[in-house]
């Protein structure tokens, strides 16, 4: 061809191992390359930030806001606001739904269920969403009369509460205190009302834990069982029985289930509990020791003073 520039370059990769010619006119045709903007560095991006327009007005909203935050958080009026309302995150959630509207409780005997949720610690500020049943759990478990406790989250807004309880069986008096014990003599809780005074009652150093032969004693004693309010563990090593009416009952210490049974017996026949006495003691075989209390021997004693007092008075 006359007159244009033919320009060698390298074959492409087409099998064609032999260098093409290319016209010089079209290569000149080709786009040039743009040259790539310097990147910018941090400095002339903070730079570039702080220029703006409108950079010191939200710098100094900024700064007003975490002032005013930490001096909520310092002044306490962040717990005050915690303790009124909840957590911010558990008032997020209430708003959505997931606020504790439910509580079931269930296997409590003793217990009430005012008792359960005040030591579950859940009250309405709380949120299922965030609520740790566990913690809740734990705090139920260290109840005295609570043996073992589940605790489930319902969505959105249920909790459920299960408890097993120990199985209160007597009541032991020790050392002023009155507790009430398990079946195996474990102290289960301190006696805080009345709902256990249906309960054996033991009372004295070891009684806690012997409380087996307190109740076949009373078995023994048939009807006059109900005239029994307590037992006293004497020395541990033999009962005294306290008559609801104030008498004190002292027994042997072998066999003692027969001298009650041989009292039962009596105070059907002689009715011997009902007079004016304050101890019956048991303790010899064979015998029966009465004392009488102190106002009837003092009333005897008068009655004989006046009996043997001479006619006509003295002389």
Do not use: C
């Not at 997931?98 to 003793?110: M, R």
């Not at 009155?178 to 009372?203: C, E, H, W, Y």
């Not at 004693?217 to 541990?236: M, P, Y």
């Amino acid at each position: 061809m006359k007159g244009a520039i033919v320009v060698k370059l390298p074959a492409r990769l087409t099998g064609d191992a032999a260098a093409q010619d290319v016209p010089a006119q079209k290569l000149a045709r080709r786009p040039a390359l743009r040259k790539r903007a310097p990147r910018r560095t941090l400095g002339a991006h903070l730079t570039y930030l702080v220029t703006r327009r409108g950079f010191g007005t939200a710098l100094a909203a900024v700064f007003l806001s975490a002032s005013a935050s930490y001096g909520f958080v310092r002044g306490g009026h962040f717990d005050a606001f915690s303790a009124e309302a909840g957590r911010p995150a558990d008032i997020v959630a209430r708003l959505f739904g997931f606020g504790v509207s439910v509580v079931a409780i269930s296997g409590q005997t003793e217990l009430q269920n005012a008792e359960i949720l005040d030591a579950s610690g859940v009250t309405s500020r709380d949120s299922v969403l965030f609520l740790d049943a566990q913690a809740v759990r734990q705090r139920i478990k260290e109840m005295p009369l609570v043996r073992e406790a589940t605790v489930r989250k319902l969505y959105p807004d249920q909790l459920v509460i299960a408890i097993t309880e120990r199985v209160p069986y007597a009541l032991w008096q020790y050392d002023g205190e009155v507790s009430v014990i398990a079946a195996d003599g474990k102290a289960i809780d301190q006696m805080r009302d009345q709902r256990f005074t249906r309960l054996p009652f033991v009372v004295g150093e070891g009684a806690n834990a012997r409380v087996s032969e307190y109740l076949k004693i009373t078995e023994a004693a048939g009807d006059f069982k109900a005239r029994i309010s307590a037992g006293v563990l004497v020395g541990q090593r033999r009962w005294n029985l306290k008559l609801s009416n104030g008498v004190d009952v002292r027994l042997p210490e072998t066999d003692p289930e027969a001298a009650i049974a041989r009292l039962a017996v009596l105070s059907r026949s002689a009715k011997l509990p009902e007079k004016d006495i304050s101890i019956i003691d048991m303790r010899m075989p064979g015998r029966i020791v009465v004392r009488v209390s102190e106002e009837a021997a003092a009333q005897r004693l008068e009655a004989r003073s006046k009996k043997t007092k001479p006619k006509g008075g003295a002389a």
